[in-house]
Structure formats: structure tokens, C-alpha cells
């Protein structure tokens, strides 16, 4: 379960935002949540959703964390608040998911009080599922709240982005990013390290400390042997081998890292408009300009976008193997 006790200092935006539905009685029926990956958006959903399930004496933040309500949400079993994804080897939310789970928590309240059904990712919907809860938004139910969690809003309907209240989770400052991370345990090498292979996102790596040192462990080997490969000193088929045996959503993150690092960099050294960024990949990939010269920044876009599709395609296909020796190899020819 969430910490909902842990304030987010990037999150006071959306914090106001919601201050001021809550002031003007206005409160949305369904909420928004757009952002990319580990910038905080499920964190904020569960606080708010306690927030509004909370009954006990007003406090700064709006949860007592002692009273009955507090205590179901805790341990995961509040009646009147239910978190929907895809069921368990599967990426889809389907049509009957979306039917029980509607029904359950917004035909009645167990407290006379709110109730709220968080969906994530929201972009997992199958269009049946979508046009199904299109209908609840079109007539919700009082004291209701739908929170929409999603990385890629642009994949939902418009009819449902349109019915509901956005709210944009953007990354922090560099700085908070670095304080949260070194508040979760992390030496100042350790946080920066994860930073940039977060993409600036402090949330999105999860894990125990063990595992977190063991990815970015992992991730000196992968740049020793990728760097080498640009700079043909390494058979792509090779480093394509060793490089399979990784888990494939932690070595994609890499590889997506990686190229939003030589883009950046290229687009500094090329003088064209500097991309923002939070994250010093340096401190990841040491002596990354060296290879920069060996790429033009149109190149370096297209293997940015083939790194997208790898992505898709290792979700629907068994031969990660394949898929990845022959990207390796189109690195390499492009050097």
C-alpha cells in the first residue's frame, strides 16, 4: 500500500488545483491523471482518494490516518474504494471489469460518504470497456469519483477525455527529484544514477535497494558493451546475446535512456534547440559525447522511435532474442 502520509513536494500544483474544486463545489465526478511514468501519479490518487474517504477530525492534509475509514483504506479493504487494472497476465482492462467493478463501488456507500474508483493504466480499456464506463460519466452517480490514470492520454477516447477534469503531472526539479530519492535511503551517486535512467521520473524505478543495485549494476555492463559496439570495437550479434538475457521492461528503459541522452547531447552539439531535461546522464553513460560525432541527430531520432517499436512488438512476440540482435545490428550499421 501507498504511503499516503508521504507529501510530494512536485506534486503542490495539482494539490491547489484540487483545493480549488474542493472550494468553489465543484468537485469533478471523473479525474484525469497524465504523465509520464514515476512522476507520482498513483501516489497522488491514493491520497486524494483517502482524502475524500477520510472521516475523522480535519487535519493540514485532509487525512487523520487514524479513524475506521483510514484504517480499511490502509489495509486494503475499504468497501467504498476499489483500484482496477488489468487482471493478472493480462494487459487489457475488459468490458466485465469495468461493469462489476462500477456496480460495486458506485451502487451504494458502505459510510454514506464518497466513493471512488481509481482505473490504471486508463489507455488499457478495450473500446467495449471504454464505451461502458462513457455511460456512468455521461450519468454518474453523486458522491462519486472516477481517477484516470494514464501515460499516454492520446490513446483514450475523446468523448471520455472530454468528460473528464484534466490534471498534468510534469517532473520535478532536479533538485526535488534528488532530495526525494536521497529521503528514500539512496546515496547522492546512487539518486543520480537513478534519475537519469528514469528519465528525470524519481518514481519510476521501483524496487528494494537490493534490486535497485543489482539494475544498476546491470547497466554499467550494458553501457560498457554498447559503447564499445558504436564504436565497432564489439560484434552487435554478441552484445545482442548478453544483453537478452536481461528482464525486457528494465532493459527497454535503458535503451530508451540511452537515446534521450544521445539526442540531447547530439542536439547541444549540433546547436539546435536544447531538450529539456532533469537528468545528468553522464553520471550513467560516462564519455557519451565521444560518440556523438558518429551520428547524425535525424539517425539518432529514428533509432529513438525503433526503440518504441521494439517495445510494442517484445509484448506480442516470443523471439526477444531476434528482435533484439536485429535492432543491434541497425545500431551498428548506422554508425
Not at 500544483?13 to 468537485?27: E, M, V, Y
Not at 524505478?205 to 537490493?210: H, V
Request: hydrophobic fraction near 40%; charged fraction near 20%.
Amino acid at each position: 500500500m501507498i504511503k499516503t502520509s508521504e507529501i510530494i513536494s512536485w506534486h503542490t500544483p495539482q494539490w491547489q488545483q484540487i483545493a480549488q474544486f474542493l472550494g468553489q463545489d465543484r468537485f469533478p465526478h471523473a479525474l484525469l491523471f497524465e504523465g509520464i511514468k514515476g512522476v507520482g501519479k498513483r501516489h497522488f490518487a491514493f491520497q486524494l482518494a483517502q482524502m475524500l474517504l477520510c472521516q475523522g477530525e480535519p487535519t493540514e492534509s485532509g487525512i487523520c490516518q487514524s479513524c475506521s475509514s483510514c484504517e480499511w483504506f490502509l489495509s486494503g479493504t475499504h468497501p467504498d474504494f476499489v483500484v482496477l487494472e488489468p487482471d493478472e497476465g493480462k494487459k487489457l482492462i475488459s468490458v466485465d471489469s469495468i461493469r462489476q467493478n462500477s456496480q460495486k463501488v458506485f451502487k451504494t456507500s458502505h459510510q454514506n460518504g464518497y466513493r471512488v474508483l481509481i482505473l490504471e493504466p486508463a489507455d488499457a480499456m478495450t473500446i467495449e470497456a471504454a464505451n461502458s464506463l462513457l455511460k456512468t460519466l455521461e450519468e454518474p452517480p453523486p458522491s462519486t469519483l472516477l481517477i484516470l490514470l494514464t501515460d499516454k492520454p492520446a490513446r483514450l477516447l475523446p468523448t471520455i477525455r472530454s468528460r473528464a477534469s484534466r490534471l498534468k503531472f510534469t517532473l520535478p526539479k532536479a533538485e526535488q527529484a534528488i532530495t526525494w530519492l536521497k529521503g528514500q535511503g539512496h546515496d547522492l551517486e546512487t539518486a543520480e544514477r537513478m534519475l537519469a535512467l528514469s528519465l528525470g521520473a524519481p518514481m519510476r524505478l521501483q524496487g528494494d535497494a537490493e534490486d535497485i543495485n543489482q539494475v544498476l549494476l546491470e547497466s554499467k555492463q550494458w553501457w560498457k558493451d554498447w559503447k564499445a559496439m558504436l564504436s565497432r570495437q564489439m560484434n552487435p550479434v554478441t552484445v545482442a546475446k548478453e544483453c537478452a538475457k536481461a528482464e525486457p521492461s528494465l532493459f527497454l528503459n535503458w535503451l530508451e535512456t540511452l537515446f534521450r541522452a544521445l539526442i540531447e547531447n547530439a542536439a547541444q552539439a549540433e546547436n539546435s534547440p536544447k531538450l529539456s531535461s532533469v537528468a545528468n546522464y553522464e553520471v550513467l553513460f560516462p564519455g557519451i559525447n565521444q560518440l556523438i560525432q558518429q551520428f547524425s541527430l535525424p539517425s539518432l531520432f529514428r533509432m529513438r522511435d525503433n526503440v518504441v517499436e521494439l517495445s510494442q512488438r517484445q509484448q506480442s512476440s516470443l523471439n526477444w532474442g531476434l528482435q533484439l540482435e536485429a535492432f543491434a545490428c541497425d545500431c551498428y550499421a548506422s554508425t
